[in-house]
C-alpha cells in the first residue's frame, strides 16, 4: 500500500467543530412516512427528535461544490480528498452527522405536485421540514490532509453558503436549504511540535509533497509558509492539542483560494 495515501500513521490529525444556521425551512428526508399519523415526507431525526443532517450529506456538498466552483474532475482531482476508487482511497475528511441543537416540534407544509403535461395539479402531499433559525452542530476530522488544504476548502464552502448560492437538503427549488456556516473550534493534534512527513492527501492532483508542521511560541506553521495563530491546549505522552485560531485559519484559505482562483 502506497504510505503516501493510507492512515497506518497519523501525522496531523485535525478536528474542527463547526454550526450550520438554517434561514429557511430545512429539510433532510427520512423517505416516506408510514406511521399513522406521520408525516407524507418526514424529516431524520435522532430519538430525542432533533433534526439530523447527515455527514455523508454534507460530504457530498462540500465535493461536488468544490469540483463545481473550481471546475475540477470530482473524481480525476478530488480522489485524495474526499476518497475514490481509481485509485482506491479512504476520505482524508470525515464528517460527523450535524443535528440541531434543540428537539424540534412536528412542522409541515403542504406542496402541490404539477402534472407536466396538462400543468394541473397532480396530487398534494403534507412535507416536514425544520423551521428557520435551528443550529446544527457537528464536526470534521482530517487525517493527514494539509491544514492548508482544509482551509481552503472550508473557506470556499463558508462563502458559498452564506451567499446563498449553495443550499443543503431537499427541496432547494421550493426556497428550502439556505444556511450559514461557521467555525466554532479548531484544534490540531500532533505527536510533537515539529514533524515531516509526505503526502499526495489534500489538493495535489495526485502529486507527492513534503509537509512539515512546526509550532513556535503562539504560531503554527506549514512549511514556513503558511502561518496560524495557535496556543497548547493540552499535552500528553502520546500528542499535544493546539487551538487554531478561526480568522488566522480563514485568512490563509481565503489567501490560498485567490490564488488558485487567478492561476
Known sequence: MDEAINFKTYYLLTKIIAKIKNLSPLRVGAGKG?????SDLP????????????G??????FRNNIARFLNWDVEKELNYVFGGSDPPIGSSIIFSDFVSEQAIENVERT????NLRTGGVRNMFQAEYAPEDNVFIGSMMGRNIPLSDLAIMIS???????????????FKSRGYGLVSFDIDRIQVILPSDDLRYTTKLGFTKGGEREVRIKVEKDQLKENDKHIFSSKLASDSQLFKVYEIDKTSFYSVGDGLLQEIINA
Open 156 to 170: 470556499l464552502v463558508t462563502k458559498l453558503m452564506n451567499f446563498g448560492i449553495v443550499r443543503i437538503g431537499g
Open 34 to 38: 408510514i406511521r399513522i399519523g406521520e
Open 43 to 54: 424529516i431524520i431525526r435522532t430519538a430525542d427528535r432533533r433534526a439530523v443532517v447527515p
Open 111 to 114: 406542496h402541490i405536485r404539477i
Open 56 to 61: 455523508s450529506s454534507l460530504k457530498g456538498v
